[in-house]
């Protein structure tokens, strides 16, 4: 698709159906030129992002269902499957260079360092594993923490990793230090389904509750919500070049965008003011231009309880 803030100008480009089966994951490649999608039928494909065409197959890339993929630069990509095997490739040699099977269930994400050195991927058995891209090898694995591992994200420069878990915590490890969490952090949500950063450390966490919170990392501090989609499931989180805009997909079978460009300017003071327990949680965006609902219909700032309670007995909305 090609995508506009300005309602009717967004384009279904093309449709692929290569795949047998349904697809699980897609990635665009550093250069942007190409397209690479994972399958539950087991195969990578890899397509060009102008015509759609079918450049590159991989049919029985892995043993079963290939859950996510991670390009790491123009020639090596990963991937990752339902039996926790990961494999690393190079289209040079048009095979896998590095295969490992340490963890136990599905790998949920991948990240990569900015040097393409080092991968990290996270578990649906709770634990984070490090491999060696340069040197093709595994490293080492995490202590397995509560719930299912669902994302994991590079924040501080790259000195920080924070995974997202089923049971709605962020796990925080220092980077040189993966064996176990520094930092733990229980958001007030039921899942943490996806995560992404939007500056250095501010990250958008979608959850099953169908909201999108803007997430302080150090100081740990929920900032509010972004966005929502009234009650479905949050698949996925990505960020526009620039990081002015969030897209978000769901349930619902709706991509929306979200205007974040005021995370950039907000500053976390370590002072934590006292705040009022299981009290609303506060917009941070005006909804997106053209979206037919109010997102924030049931969201009220934080100002607003006092507000009320003085127009206590007036007929007004």
């Not at 595994?138 to 299912?148: A, H, I, V």
């Not at 925080?172 to 250095?200: H, I, K, Q, Y």
Request: aromatic share 6%.
């Amino acid at each position: 698709y090609s995508y506009s803030c300005t309602e009717g100008e967004n384009r279904q480009l093309w449709s692929s159906g290569h795949h047998l089966k349904s697809c699980r994951d897609v990635a665009f490649s550093q250069d942007g030129q190409k397209l690479f999608t994972v399958s539950k039928d087991k195969a990578v494909h890899i397509l060009t992002v102008e015509e759609g065409r079918l450049e590159m197959r991989f049919p029985k890339a892995h043993g079963s269902a290939v859950n996510c993929v991670l390009p790491v630069d123009n020639h090596v990509f990963a991937t990752g499957d339902d039996n926790g095997e990961l494999k690393v490739w190079d289209l040079r040699k048009g095979d896998a260079i590095l295969e490992a099977r340490q963890q136990e269930e599905y790998i949920s994400a991948m990240a990569v360092d900015g040097n393409g050195k080092i991968l990290l991927t996270a578990s649906g058995d709770g634990t984070l594993g490090v491999y060696n891209v340069k040197r093709r090898r595994f490293e080492l694995l995490s202590e397995p923490q509560n719930g299912d591992l669902t994302s994991v994200v590079l924040l501080k420069r790259g000195k920080k990793v924070a995974c997202g878990s089923s049971e709605g915590t962020i796990y925080l490890f220092n980077w040189d230090g993966f064996g176990a969490a520094s930092d733990r952090f229980a958001l007030r949500a039921e899942s943490v389904d996806c995560m992404v950063p939007v500056t250095d450390s501010i990250v958008c966490v979608g959850s099953l509750d169908g909201v999108i919170r803007a997430v302080n990392v150090l100081p740990n501090r929920v900032l509010g919500c972004v966005g929502q989609h009234l009650g479905e499931p949050i698949e996925q989180l990505a960020v526009a070049p620039g990081g002015r805009l969030l897209a978000s997909c769901a349930h619902d079978q709706k991509v929306k965008f979200w205007d974040v460009s005021a995370l950039g300017g907000l500053v976390v003071d370590d002072y934590r003011k006292k705040k009022k327990k299981g009290g609303p949680l506060r917009a941070l965006s005006g909804k997106a231009q053209g979206s037919g609902e109010d997102f924030f219909a049931d969201l009220r700032d934080e100002a607003e309880p006092e507000a009320a309670a003085a127009g206590t007995g007036s007929d007004s909305d």
